[in-house]
């Protein structure tokens, strides 16, 4: 404190202990504010540094941001890149296992029908049997690696549901026999009702779905139920539910069940064959149909698998009905052998349309491409041509095409083409290029009768 300020305090007539007391407080003050200062100014000092590093974070942080985005999105299209490999490597396998498979195949279809000894039955049966499954596999990896290349496109046509109900019925009605269930439609759409939308993609999840209840249900039923709302009057949504009363599924396994090579382990399904890929491929088919799957199951005592798709009804449209699918069909006796040509450049397949049309009392040349197809046509008076679709030199299609512009009376012998994939759009183009119809590849001996029959030849 200093002298001016005692005095002052003097004057004021403060005696010596008061004025000691005073002196001490303003000096404990006095410390006090000098150490806040410091205090202050160290403070001050460390929020200048904080800052100053917040500054160059600041600064550096664009960059930070800039170089990790760039990690980032190298590190995405390297995982693009390797998924793009694997779903190309997936369907370049699935591809090349189908062709010979479905020559297996074949040739196990003419065994079944030759006259064999029943202990060789048995094992054609499983021949048959297990490139049946071995097919339907690499069916569903061709199909979902399609769907993940974005590759699936839906085939519209007006088609019936009830109809289609019907067919799929009759396609399983021998399976649920042998296994003694009782397969049963219950459905409110009338039969009038077309609608437009893709009913090959329609039919494969039901078949799948169908094909799963019949697998594990051990007694009892399958039912296949379908109702019909209005969405708007253009729009009306389907609800397909297949009930069985099967194993039923376990709650903690439901989130996992429309996954890939998911396999639930219960009990029931410990024997049973299958990849782990229908129900997958069924939710992809029904979300590219703009539709719900979903199921709801209670352990011991069933599953009840749904879904629901919005179709647009056909109005006025013109009716296009899908044919439906060919089922037993028996060869017409005809009084004559047929001349048939087969424009086929795969030996396996060669082979096995040649035995089976050969088993049909048929004669059959072999083109093994729509060159020497021309040509024998030419040469040749044919009663029908069988056409593969892809031949080295020149396809089925130009070579039809050749065929019906040839100045020469066989230029309308009936041509069949022969499509890898029947819900192909070039099935269209087929018939544009002046083919008579299409078989869809693996051939089957039930495919070449029914055609032979429809040709009213013979
Ligand atoms: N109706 C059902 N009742 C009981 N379990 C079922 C039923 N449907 C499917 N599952 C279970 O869900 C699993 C997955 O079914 P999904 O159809 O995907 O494969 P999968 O039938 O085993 O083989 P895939 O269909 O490829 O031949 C099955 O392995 C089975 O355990
Ligand atoms: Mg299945």
Known sequence: MDLSRVFDL????????????SVRRFNREREARIAAEELLEQKGRELYKANTRLQDLLENLDEKVRQRTEELRIALAEAQRANRVKTDFLAMISHEIRTPMNAVHGVAQILKNEDLPDNQIKLVD?????STSLLAIVNDLLDLSKIDAGKMKLEIVYFSVAQLSQDIKELFSAKAKKKNL????EQTVESEIVVAGDPGRLRQILINLIDNALKYTVSGSVTLGISVFDIDPDTKSFCFTVVDTGPGIPEDKLDRLFSRFDRIDIKSSHNIEGAGLGLALCKQLAELLNGKIGCDTVVGRGSSFWMTVPFKVAGNAPKKIE????QTVEPKTMTRALRILVAEDNIANQVIVRVMLEKLGHLVDIAADGNEAVAAVKLLDYDVVFMDMQMPNLGGMDATEQIRALPHRNNNVPIYALTANAMDSDRVRCLDAGMTGFLSKPVSRLDLIATLNELDIG
């Open 182 to 185: 009782d397969l049963i439609i």
């Open 323 to 326: 044919e439906p699918q060919r």
């Open 10 to 21: 003097r004057l004021h007539g403060m005696d010596d202990q008061a004025l000691e007391r």
């Open 126 to 130: 499983l021949m048959l049997q297990s």
